[in-house]
Nanobody, 126 residues
Framework: QVQLAESGGGSVQSGGSLRLSCTAS????????MGWFRQRPGKEREGVAA??????TYYADFVKGRFTISRGNDNTLYLQMDNLKPEDTAMYYC?????????????????????RGRGTQVTVSS
């Protein structure tokens, strides 16, 4: 059984940084595309960043230049978030991509809803 667990969320001021981590059991990250999506209060879910099996990375326009996704050798997925803005306030989830996904950009529909963590809250104050 695959289990994903996010950590690293918290409260920061605008312009601050956080590093989210996603650890897993029952899955080898390097064999799958992985990524992050977020759910803001009252908004639809948004794909944030993804990394595919070839270690190509993809970012939503609203985080380009501020967020960095990476995979550690310890089967951990990271999301480095810099220059955070109040509009980045959301619950952040890591998820596996659907098998056979072809990423050309961050496509929220390519995340597998059945292979995701419970989320970690990020709150950015102005």
């Amino acid at each position: 059984q695959v289990q994903l667990a996010e950590s690293g969320g918290g409260s920061v001021q605008s312009g601050g940084s956080l590093r989210l981590s996603c650890t897993a059991s029952g899955i080898v990250f390097s064999r799958h595309s992985m990524g992050w999506f977020r759910q803001r209060p009252g908004k639809e879910r948004e794909g944030v960043a993804a990394v595919d099996e070839h270690v190509s990375t993809y970012y939503a326009d609203f985080v380009k230049g501020r967020f960095t996704i990476s995979r550690g050798n310890d089967n951990t997925l990271y999301l480095q978030m810099d220059n955070l803005k109040p509009e980045d306030t959301a619950m952040y989830y890591c998820a596996r991509g659907r098998v056979g996904s072809r990423w050309t950009h961050v496509d929220d529909t390519l995340f597998n809803d059945n292979v995701r963590g419970r989320g970690t809250q990020v709150t950015v104050s102005s």
